[in-house]
């Protein structure tokens, strides 16, 4: 059963940090992208970064460059989101999702989930 289990949400001041992980399980991950969504309350789920299987790519949406570094450690199978200089902009569930080949920006495209957690950014 795949598996994908994220964690390190909490509430944070704007412009503040937070590092997100998502540890993924069940089957071998070998030339699978991961990529990091949001979504805030009553909005749709948005694209915000992900990464190549072999970590070589990244891709980022314009409101987080700069700002949000997306690794993985493949020995351990865990991708990682840091995020600085947070906004109240940011707040939102984030979940980590992953699918065979490139990276897609396009959430269906996706065919494993996390459960998501939450990033909360205010004073």
């Known amino acids: 059963q795949v598996q994908l289990v994220e964690s390190g949400g909490g509430l944070v001041q704007p412009g503040g940090s937070l590092r997100l992980s998502c540890a993924a399980s069940?089957?071998?991950?070998?030339?699978?992208?991961m990529g990091w969504f949001r979504q805030a309350p009553g909005k749709e789920r948005e694209f915000v970064c992900g990464?190549?299987?072999?970590?070589?790519?990244?891709y980022y949406r314009d409101s987080v460059k700069g700002r949000f570094t997306i690794s993985r450690d493949i020995a351990k199978n865990t991708v990682y989101l840091q995020m600085n200089s947070l906004k109240p902009d940011d707040t939102a569930v984030y979940y980590c999702?992953?699918?065979?080949?490139?990276?897609?920006?396009?959430?269906?495209?996706?065919?494993?989930w996390g459960q998501g957690t939450q990033v909360t950014v205010s004073s």
């Open positions: 999702a992953s699918r065979r080949g490139e990276i897609a920006v396009v959430a269906t495209l996706y065919d494993y």
């Open positions: 990464i190549s299987w072999g970590g070589d790519s990244t």
């Open positions: 069940g089957r071998t991950f070998i030339g699978y992208a």
